[in-house]
């Protein structure tokens, strides 16, 4: 029956597919790309074009990583609102002119990364609203002077790492972009850089990078063309020659503030004079990778009282000596990572009175450097990537206002009580990536203002009871892959404020999850706990559920990645978490969800329970989470997404099913998420004929769900299709289906039959009726063009069974007596002409129809014919030719139809020959009468049509009555 049914949609499908019923594309599912917040995702996809199926409502389009090698003219036609593109690694060598004509709202066009040669004229015409172009990595070699003549908005220029040479090319850039802010041409082939060679000052640009051209040899300003610069970034320069700083007025930098001259090969005077140009303006200085004279620099720029920050990364230091910094009074911020420090001097930063940010990140220091001790204004301190092995009690002595220690990637193995008992302003400590298996006392009485903590990545294998019970301004503890195995009763114990505990890799089980454990967390509002080795037996519900004291909880994150064995989820698990927004169990490869499992979340709006061994998902299970918007339920061996049709999900947004084991989806399923924008159904292999028909147009006219990688949905069914795109399956296809063919023959049969069936049935008689009304109206307009002249005078109709009353009684006394010229049909009919036609002919040349009515003759088939034929020229031609002969009674109450007519046309040429038994003569002389009346205007025609028919369903009842 079910087969029936979708047969029968099917055809219907076909049908309207086939007499282009379907209705125009507004495709929202894109071939290549997907949309996320309004913006065409389409990188790494191998794509060669841009594609042309994006809507014109997308406001970003990352075309990034892909093997595009052209942009043609059309590429772009419709993105009006566009503004952001990013065209990031691809092949690009040729851009097409007015290509970007069409994108009048683009801001940020980003083709780094490509094979551009030239910048050609009018290229970015149309881009007047652009403010950032980003060029950088390509093989730039010339830029026509009026390039970028249309980009009046520009702020923004990275030209870096092409492989420009000439200052006239910057020049045409500077003069056409007046709003030019920041220009990148670092990375060419410049070699001088002149004042002479600029036209006009550029009064708005704040930051130029020229790092990096190293056969840059002349840096020389005679006018002040950047009156405004303030960052001037010149690392790496002058590799092959020692370059040549000429500036005519130490006026004219005077406003750069941001100096890196990391690399720069200059002669120590060059650099005096640079720096002393900078004398009132400068605060931050980057000297890292300084080859030699570091210890002159750093004098002289510590001798710029401005100077605040100083970069000195990657210049070999070992040690810091007591007079390395020892002119360095307002440096506050220090940065001296990727060195070789070893410093166990006491002095080394002495002189860094102001210091509040110091940088030893990736040294060689094996223990928490003295000199850091007693750094009164020290607030941030980073110590990670060393090979420091332990902290002493003194190692952060007075270091009251630090906000900020961080000693991760170190060789830390265990904590002391007193670690870090003076830093009382402390917020972030990172200690994660050290061997720490023993926290101790260390967050039992200090710490009381510690927000972040991470422990992440040690080996820390048991939490004891009220291990952090000081930290009660903790909101954030990172506890994830160590080798927990133990959370003691009151392990959290003081965690008061701690919104965040990340628990995930670790070797928890069941009996750790427990209320004396979790119940102290009372404003966590995020619990992971994925990938430890929790395993429930049961469905059944448990005793102290694990979580009913966090009703602030919102997200909740268990069970384990690689946990072999089959579990369950306790269907009270959940209880008390009224809060829960977010809830993921994913590959714990539970078999099955009871019903009730939700019931306690009734706010939540995530769930994630992927990669388990589900098959089936009762759709009870989401009577109690009625908001939820998303759902995940990839790799769980679905096969059929019909829970989704009772589930009720109204408020579901986003569906990602992938890798499941149902090929078919239906209109049924889809239309119970009046909701969804989103689906994800990747991996699923389909079913190519029509049982997916409906999916196919859905996916391709629907307007509001997006179906993500749909033109990659392969066929898996029929065989023939396996590997081909469901969604290139074309609709012909479906209808030229031998299946389809067979089906369509069989159901037409079918209908006809039984529409044959119906008629028989119930309307025959009407149909032989209007068959041969039909027919008599044909013979009818024949005969009346013939305009023939009447050749008897009455044509007799009778029924075989009367024929010895025809001619011992009638015929003698009509043909003999009374002269009249009879038509009788054994005599008078033609042989061999059909005899209809014959019945047809013989009433249209006589002038009447004398019809001898008996019971025989209104059961004889031919009979009736005739009166037909007759009553139509009475009703049509408006002549009474009918002259009725009863040649027995008929009673009434067996004809209660005819009856009542009988009366009616009795008044007229009715004659009873059985009445008539003792009135013979009486009877003829009527007869005669009625054959004499010649061209009667018909009285009453229309109730004497009605009489026949009467008649004629009188003979019907006769048929029926014999069957
Ligand atoms: C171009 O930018 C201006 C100013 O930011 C804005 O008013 C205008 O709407 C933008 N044009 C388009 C087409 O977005
Ligand atoms: C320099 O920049 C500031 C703000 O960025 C601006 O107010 C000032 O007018 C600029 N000076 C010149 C000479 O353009
Ligand atoms: C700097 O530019 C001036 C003016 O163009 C020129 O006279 C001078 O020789 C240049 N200096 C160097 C070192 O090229
Ligand atoms: C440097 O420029 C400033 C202002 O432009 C001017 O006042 C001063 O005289 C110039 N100094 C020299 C040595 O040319």
Same mark, same amino acid.
């Given at each position: 029956n079910h087969c029936v049914k979708l047969l029968f949609l099917r055809a219907l499908f076909c049908l309207l597919s086939i007499t282009g019923f379907a209705v125009p594309v507004t495709a929202y599912t894109l071939k290549r790309c997907r949309i996320s917040r309004n913006k065409a995702i389409c990188t790494e996809s191998h794509l060669t074009n841009i594609?042309?199926?994006?809507?014109?409502?997308v406001i970003g389009f990352d075309l990034s990583k892909n093997r595009i090698s052209k942009i043609k003219v059309s590429d772009f036609k419709d993105l009006k609102n566009l503004k952001t593109l990013y065209l990031i690694k691809n092949n690009i060598s040729v851009i097409d002119k007015g290509a970007f004509t069409h994108l009048i709202a683009l801001q940020v066009l980003n083709l780094n990364t490509n094979s551009l040669t030239e910048v050609e004229d009018n290229l970015f015409d149309g881009l007047s609203n652009l403010t950032e172009l980003r060029l950088a990595k390509n093989h730039i070699q010339a830029v026509a002077p009026s390039a970028f003549q249309s980009l009046t908005n520009l702020n923004f220029l990275d030209l870096g790492n092409n492989k420009l040479h000439s200052l006239t090319q910057v020049k045409s850039i500077l003069h056409y972009l007046p709003h030019l802010q920041y220009l990148w041409i670092g990375g060419n082939n410049f070699s001088t850089f002149q004042s002479s060679d600029f036209s006009s000052k550029s009064t708005k640009l704040r930051e130029l990078d020229l790092s990096g051209n190293s056969n840059l040899k002349v840096f020389n300003l005679t006018t002040d063309i950047f009156p405004n610069l303030t960052s001037l970034n010149l690392g790496h320069c002058g590799k092959t020659n020692s370059m040549i700083w000429e500036v005519h007025n130490k006026t004219f930098l005077g406003r750069v503030s941001n100096l890196d001259i990391s690399g720069l090969n200059m002669s120590l005077e060059g650099m005096k004079t640079l720096l002393e140009s900078l004398n009132s303006s400068l605060i931050s200085l980057r000297m890292s990778a300084m080859r030699r004279n570091v210890q002159a620099l750093i004098n002289i720029s510590c001798g710029i009282p401005s100077l605040s920050k100083l970069e000195l990364r990657s210049n070999g230091f070992k040690a810091v000596t007591q007079n390395l910094f020892h002119l360095c009074v307002s440096v506050s911020e220090l940065d001296l990572a990727s060195n070789q420090i070893r410093c166990r001097s006491d002095n080394c930063f002495r002189s860094l009175r102001q210091l509040r940010i110091l940088n030893l990140k990736s040294n060689r220091l094996s223990s928490v450097p003295f000199a850091t001790r007693n750094l009164p204004t020290l607030e941030e301190l980073d110590l990670s990537f060393n090979e420091i092995s332990a902290l002493g009690c003194q190692d952060f002595a007075n270091l009251t206002t630090l906000r900020k220690l961080s000693i991760r990637q170190n060789m830390i193995s265990s904590?002391?009580?007193?670690?870090?008992?003076?830093?009382?302003?402390?917020?972030?400590?990172?200690?994660? +990536?050290?061997?720490?298996?023993?926290?101790? &006392?260390?967050?039992?009485?200090?710490?009381?203002?510690?927000?972040?903590?991470?422990?992440?990545?040690n080996r820390l294998t048991i939490i004891r009871k009220g291990t952090f019970a000081s930290l009660q301004s903790l909101q954030n503890l990172s506890l994830h892959e160590n080798q927990i195995n133990r959370l003691e009763p009151g392990s959290f114990i003081g965690l008061t404020n701690l919104t965040i505990i990340q628990l995930q890799s670790n070797n928890l089980t069941r009996?750790?999850?427990?209320?004396?454990v979790f119940g102290a967390l009372k404003n966590l509002k995020t619990l992971h706990l994925?990938?430890?080795?929790?395993?429930?037996?049961?469905e059944d519900k448990i005793v102290d559920p694990p979580f009913s004291q966090l009703s602030k909880l919102e997200t909740l994150l268990i069970f384990a990645q690689h946990y072999r064995l089959k579990s369950h989820l306790p269907q009270n698990l959940l209880q008390g $978490?009224?809060?829960?927004?977010?809830?993921?169990?994913?590959?714990?490869? %539970?078999?099955? $969800?009871?019903? /009730?499992?939700?019931?306690?979340?009734? #706010?939540?709006?995530?769930? /994630?329970?992927?990669?388990?061994?589900?098959? /089936? %998902?009762? *759709?009870?299970?989401?009577?109690?989470?009625?908001?939820?918007?998303?759902?995940?339920?990839?790799?769980? +061996? #679905?096969?059929?997404?019909?829970?989704?049709?009772?589930?009720?999900?109204?408020?579901?947004?986003?569906?990602?099913?992938?890798?499941? =084991?149902?090929?078919?989806?239906?209109?049924?399923?889809?239309? @119970?998420?009046? =909701? #969804?924008?989103?689906? /994800?159904?990747? &991996?699923?292999?389909?079913?190519?004929?029509?049982?997916?028909?409906?999916?196919?147009?859905?996916?391709?006219?629907?307007?509001? !769900?997006?179906?993500?990688? *749909?033109?990659?949905?392969?066929? +898996?069914?029929?065989?023939?299709?396996? &590997?081909?795109?469901?969604?290139?399956?074309?609709?012909?296809?479906?209808?030229?289906?031998?299946?389809? %063919?067979?089906?369509? @023959?069989?159901?037409?049969t079918v209908i006809l039959? $039984?529409? =044959?069936?119906?008629?028989?049935?119930?309307?025959?008689?009407?149909?032989?009726?209007?068959?041969?009304?039909?027919?008599?109206?044909?013979?009818?307009?024949?005969?009346?063009?013939?305009?023939?002249?009447?050749?008897?005078?009455?044509?007799? @109709?009778?029924?075989?069974?009367?024929?010895?009353?025809? $001619?011992?009684?009638?015929?003698?006394?009509?043909? &003999?007596?009374?002269?009249?010229?009879?038509?009788?049909?054994?005599?008078?009919?033609?042989?061999?002409?059909?005899?209809?036609?014959?019945?047809?002919?013989?009433?249209?040349?006589?002038?009447? !129809?004398?019809?001898?009515?008996?019971?025989?003759y209104l059961e004889s088939e031919w009979c009736s014919r005739e009166i037909q034929v007759a009553s139509f020229r009475l009703f049509d031609e408006r002549k009474d030719v009918l002259i009725l002969v009863f040649l027995e009674e008929i009673p009434g109450w067996q004809l209660t139809p005819y009856h009542r007519i009988r009366r009616l046309l009795r008044r007229r040429t009715y004659l009873s020959w059985s009445r008539a038994e003792e009135h013979r003569g009486l009877f003829w002389e009527k007869l005669r009468q009625a054959l004499e009346t010649k061209e009667d205007p018909v009285l009453q025609s229309k109730k004497t049509l009605v009489f026949l028919k009467k008649i004629f369903y009188y003979i019907l009842s006769q048929h029926l009555l014999q069957e």
């Open positions: 594609p042309q199926d994006i809507p014109a409502r904590l002391k009580d007193c670690a870090f008992k003076d830093l009382r302003q402390l917020q972030v400590l990172r200690l994660n +990536n050290n061997y720490i298996s023993n926290l101790n &006392g260390a967050f039992k009485n200090y710490l009381p203002n510690l927000i972040s903590l991470t422990l992440n990545k009996s750790q999850i427990n209320i004396s994925m990938e430890n080795h929790i395993k429930y037996d049961t $978490l009224t809060n829960l927004l977010v809830f993921r169990t994913r590959n714990i490869e %539970i078999l099955s $969800l009871h019903p /009730d499992t939700f019931n306690y979340t009734p #706010l939540l709006k995530e769930l /994630d329970i992927s990669s388990n061994e589900l098959t /089936d %998902i009762p *759709a009870q299970l989401f009577s109690q989470i009625k908001n939820l918007e998303k759902l995940y339920v990839s790799r769980t +061996n #679905l096969r059929s997404l019909d829970f989704l049709v009772n589930a009720n999900l109204t408020k579901l947004r986003f569906l990602q099913v992938r890798k499941n =084991a149902f090929s078919v989806i239906s209109e049924e399923q889809l239309q @119970s998420l009046p =909701a #969804l924008d989103y689906l /994800d159904m990747q &991996g699923n292999s389909f079913t190519c004929n029509c049982d997916n028909a409906w999916f196919l147009q859905w996916v391709k006219n629907n307007n509001q !769900t997006q179906v993500y990688d *749909a033109y990659n949905f392969e066929c +898996n069914y029929p065989h023939a299709l396996k &590997g081909m795109k469901l969604l290139n399956i074309d609709f012909h296809t479906c209808s030229v289906d031998i299946g389809f %063919i067979c089906f369509m @023959s069989t159901s037409c039959f $039984l529409l =044959a069936f119906f008629t028989y049935h119930f309307l025959r008689w009407q149909l032989v009726y209007a068959y041969y009304l039909l027919l008599a109206s044909l013979f009818d307009k024949k005969q009346r063009n013939k305009q023939t002249s009447h050749q008897y005078d009455a044509f007799v @109709s009778y029924n075989i069974h009367d024929e010895p009353w025809v $001619l011992r009684e009638l015929l003698p006394k009509l043909e &003999g007596e009374q002269g009249w010229r009879l038509c009788l049909h054994h005599r008078d009919f033609q042989p061999g002409k059909p005899i209809l036609d014959n019945i047809t002919d013989a009433i249209y040349q006589s002038r009447k !129809t004398l019809c001898v009515i008996s019971r025989r």
